[in-house]
């Protein structure tokens, strides 16, 4: 199955992932909500400005992905969208929002994953990132058949090493390449499992 997704797509997602953990009371969300989620200003890079067309073009790909589902409730008048990555991609919640914080701010250093995604998951510490999570650690190597992360080499003066999600490395837009450029060169990316 062709997971690929453009940088709308990836917004999307991972908007509905955050949302399910973080607000359960107003989940699924309308198309409305969706497109908040997508355009808030924090936890996001980079801020987008999405209109609700693009939005619902997004969510009507992923649905026929099997990504997302659309929700139709008789106490409701508006149809809702959810997410189901738990039962497509058969990942637990610690790989979830490792992909989650990858999807909405880009790449990040495994110290930045761990403390972006405390409200969506307590790791504890940097080994049960690394052991739990699916990004491959220096003693917990996990072999997934679906890894979430993968390692990008950085040019950069800080000795840390960069994480992108298994999707990012595809995505069709030019946020990816910028992402790319700030982390290191897509060439040097490997995978470190």
Known sequence: MNHTLSDVEIR???SLVEKEIT???YYPLSLNALVAACNQSSNRNPVTHFDEETVARAADTLRERKLVHLVDRFESRVSKYRHVLYETMNLGRPAI????V????GPQTIGEIRTRSARLYDFGSLESLHSSSGCPGRSARKK???PTCF???SNSPNPNLSWIGSGNS???SKISDSNLNNSGNNSNKTRDH
């Open 97 to 100: 929002a490792v992909m989650c």
């Open 23 to 25: 607000t359960p009371d």
């Open 170 to 172: 595809k995505k069709k």
């Open 12 to 14: 999307v997602l991972g």
């Open 144 to 146: 997934s058949a679906t």
């Open 151 to 153: 390692q990008v080499k």
């Open 102 to 105: 990858l999807m909405l701010r």
